[in-house]
């Protein structure tokens, strides 16, 4: 029994994946291996602080030509660009706005306050003039800590990212895959996300979309990163952006390395070993390449990751959805609300009854709708980048989806809004 090797075998042998690698080992693979970075790198460019980016694009430049980036992750980055650019001063808008609206409720409970109490006029204007003192200087410090405004029009001479981009990457992108090629990698990667093989899995959300690739884009990249790395020869270092487990070996809050199955995958086809950093372990790293990082850029982008890893849906992102949903009278508004009412989830069936569909109705691109406005809204910087789907399929096994989820923010934000307009109060969370 067992396989054609007969010969005693050692602890990591069979389990190559399973062995993490020492700090000596990251630091020579930074020094020799072919490293690849994802479009996650490239747009945290744009939110990290000056000094950081800076540093980051150094430790990137200093790699020369061992970096290389696949045509799957510049398609990612023009994609959303855009995006990025627009949300990366929606939170000071939405943290001023919020201030300005607080600043006017205290007021204005001083002056009831005041009334109420006859309290003579210099102590009242006092208390105002003290809340009008800390909402200045709140309103002060967001604004001290937004990035400057870039031209969403402008080209690489109006904006330092471009311009460093358009350097470092100079012959160092990835040819487009032959249609046939890229038509099969597309399918090879829906099927593993369909059995929950990394990478990518966790995308499966996106299987519904207008994305001409689907829920396979992190596969795309992972293949086009493997095809590179056997034609160079040598190992493989990936700096990715992405935090989910369906790249990374995590146990709880740690990230030990890379999926097992990604290990293997690679080492089978190739023989290389599969090395995996964040960016904020790049910066830390870089000793190895002889840089030297400053300390504050490090810590800058670990806010970045706490920033980015988990986006989630806001009250006021939630409420233009279903706006946008009502107004093109689509009648998926009522069904994200039906499923909030029965805790995130809904029934394909319980979906026919809110919308009055017939029975003999197919639900094919059925979260397309929502997935597009979700789009438009994130352009807008009304949502945040990379939030989960407004309407997720739900399947088991092949077949049509049995049911579809919302994401667990958005049904707490309507269930807490439901409550209020039904006199009940907030819920608790």
């Not at 009334?115 to 967001?142: C, G, H, M, N, P």
């Not at 023989?271 to 950093?277: E, K, N, P, T, W």
């Amino acid at each position: 029994m067992g396989g054609t090797d007969s010969h005693p075998r050692g602890l990591y042998d069979d389990f190559r994946g399973y062995r993490v690698p020492s700090e000596a080992e990251l630091g020579s693979a930074l020094q020799s291996a072919t490293v690849v970075v994802d479009a996650n790198v490239l747009l945290n460019l744009y939110r990290y602080n000056e000094a950081t980016r800076d540093d980051l694009l150094g430790v990137l430049r200093r790699l020369d030509d061992r970096l290389w980036v696949p045509h799957q992750v510049v398609r990612e980055f023009w994609r959303n660009r855009l995006v990025v650019l627009t949300s990366r001063g929606s939170g000071s808008e939405q943290a001023l706005s919020a201030f300005a609206k607080q600043q006017r409720a205290t007021v204005d409970a001083i002056h009831q306050w005041a009334k109420s109490t006859a309290a003579v006029a210099r102590e009242r204007d006092a208390w105002i003039q003290r809340v009008e003192d800390l909402y200045a200087e709140l309103a002060e410090t967001v604004e001290a800590h937004t990035p400057p405004a870039v031209r969403v029009a402008g080209g690489a001479m109006d904006e330092p990212v471009l311009q460093a981009l358009e350097t470092l990457l100079d012959g160092r992108v990835g040819p487009a895959p032959a249609e046939s090629e890229w038509q099969k990698a597309v399918a090879d990667g829906r099927a593993r996300a369909g059995r929950r093989e990394p990478p990518g899995y966790l995308d499966s959300d996106k299987v519904d979309t207008d994305l001409p690739e689907g829920s396979a884009g992190d596969y795309l990249v992972w293949r086009q990163a493997i095809d590179e790395v056997s034609r160079r020869g040598g190992d493989l270092l990936m700096v990715t952006g992405d935090e989910k487990e369906d790249w990374w070996w995590r146990h709880r809050s740690d990230f030990i390395g890379p999926r097992q199955e990604l290990v293997a995958e690679l080492a089978g086809e190739c023989g290389a070993q599969l090395f995996m950093m964040r960016p904020t372990d790049l910066l830390r790293r870089a000793g190895a390449l002889k840089l030297q990082v400053r300390t504050e850029s490090v810590d800058d982008a670990e806010r970045v990751s706490r920033e980015t890893s988990r986006p989630t849906w806001s009250l006021a992102g939630v409420d233009a959805l279903l706006e946008r949903l009502e107004t093109e009278g689509w009648e998926h508004a009522l069904v994200i609300r039906a499923a909030a009412e029965r805790g995130g989830r809904i029934d394909r069936e319980a979906i026919y009854d809110v919308c009055g569909y017939d029975d003999d109705r197919m639900l094919r691109g059925f979260t397309r709708p929502a997935a597009r406005i979700t789009r438009d809204l994130q352009e807008d910087g009304l949502v945040a980048p990379d939030v989960e789907a407004p309407l997720t399929p739900i399947y088991a096994g092949a077949g049509a989806a049995v049911a579809f989820r919302i994401p667990v923010e958005m049904a707490t934000i309507l269930a807490g809004v439901d409550g209020e307009a039904d006199g009940d109060g907030p819920v608790e969370q």
